[in-house]
C-alpha cells in the first residue's frame, strides 16, 4: 500500500520570501503524483501533478514541484510568495498501473500561511 | 459553473439517524469517487464508480455505509445508523477516463452527528 508524508502541519512565511512544503510516499509500484490546493472554504484544486517525463513540473501561479524518485520525495516551492497563495496544500499519489487502483492517497496536509 | 456538486452543504444529525448525500459530477465525466476528510486529515478514499458499476471500495466503508450510482450520472452516499464517528467532510470528485486525468473535486457535505 502507499502512503504519504507531509511533515510540516503548519508553515508561516512572510510575504515576498521563498516556501518549500515536503512531501514524502512510500510505494512499492510507480506513481503519480499531485498536489492539491484548499482555499479558504472552498473545495479541493489541483494545483500541480507528475505523470512522467520532466521531473520539474510548475503550475500557472509560480509553484513547482521536482520529483526525486532516489528521496521519494515531491516538494513544493515558490520562490516568493503572497498573501493570496493562504491555503492549506494537500499532497497525493497514486499507483500505476492502476490494475483497478484508482485512489489517490492524500498527506495530511500543510497549512501555509502568509505573514504580511 | 459545471464543477461537481454537492448536496447538502451541511448536514446536523442526531446519533441512529439515517443521512443521505448526493453528488453531481461533471457532465460526461464517467469516473466518480467519494472521500471522507476529518479534521486536522486528508481526505481518504471510501469508493469509486465507472459509469455505474462500483469498482472499488475501502476497508472505510462499513456495512452501514452504501454508494449507489444508478444510471452512471449522480451518486448517492447513505449512512445508517450514524454514529458520532461518522463526523466529516464527505467529498465527491469526478474524472474522465484515462486514469491519469485530473480528479475534479465538489465543494463537500459537511455532516455532524450529535
Known amino acids: 500500500a502507499q502512503s504519504v508524508t507531509q511533515l510540516d502541519s503548519q508553515v508561516p512565511v512572510f510575504e515576498e520570501a521563498p516556501v518549500e512544503l515536503r512531501c514524502n510516499y512510500s510505494?512499492?509500484?510507480?506513481?503519480?503524483l499531485f498536489w492539491y490546493v484548499q482555499y479558504p472554504n472552498q473545495g479541493l484544486q489541483l494545483l500541480l501533478k507528475y505523470l512522467s517525463g520532466s521531473t520539474l513540473v510548475e503550475s500557472i501561479n509560480g509553484f513547482e514541484a521536482e520529483f526525486n524518485k532516489s528521496q521519494t520525495s515531491f516538494h513544493l516551492r515558490k520562490p516568493s510568495v503572497h498573501i493570496s497563495d493562504t491555503a492549506e496544500y494537500f499532497c497525493a499519489v497514486r499507483t500505476y498501473p492502476n490494475f483497478g487502483n484508482e485512489k489517490l492517497t492524500f498527506g495530511t496536509g500543510t497549512r501555509l500561511t502568509i505573514i504580511p | 459553473d459545471t464543477g461537481v456538486s454537492q448536496d447538502p452543504r451541511h448536514k446536523i444529525t442526531k446519533r441512529g439517524q439515517n443521512v443521505t448525500f448526493r453528488c453531481d459530477p461533471i457532465s460526461e465525466h464517467n469516473r466518480l469517487y467519494w472521500y471522507r476528510q476529518t479534521l486536522g486529515q486528508g481526505p481518504e478514499f471510501l469508493t469509486y464508480?465507472?459509469?455505474?458499476?462500483?469498482?472499488?471500495k475501502s476497508r472505510l466503508l462499513s456495512d452501514r455505509f452504501s454508494a449507489e450510482r444508478p444510471k452512471g450520472s449522480f451518486s448517492t452516499l447513505e449512512i445508517q445508523r450514524t454514529e458520532q464517528g461518522d463526523s466529516a467532510m464527505y467529498l465527491c470528485?469526478?474524472?474522465?477516463?484515462?486514469?491519469?486525468?485530473?480528479?475534479?473535486f465538489g465543494p463537500g457535505t459537511r455532516l455532524t452527528v450529535l
Open positions: 510505494s512499492s509500484v510507480s506513481v503519480y
Open positions: 464508480f465507472q459509469n455505474e458499476a462500483q469498482l472499488e
Open positions: 470528485a469526478s474524472s474522465l477516463s484515462p486514469t491519469y486525468n485530473e480528479q475534479f
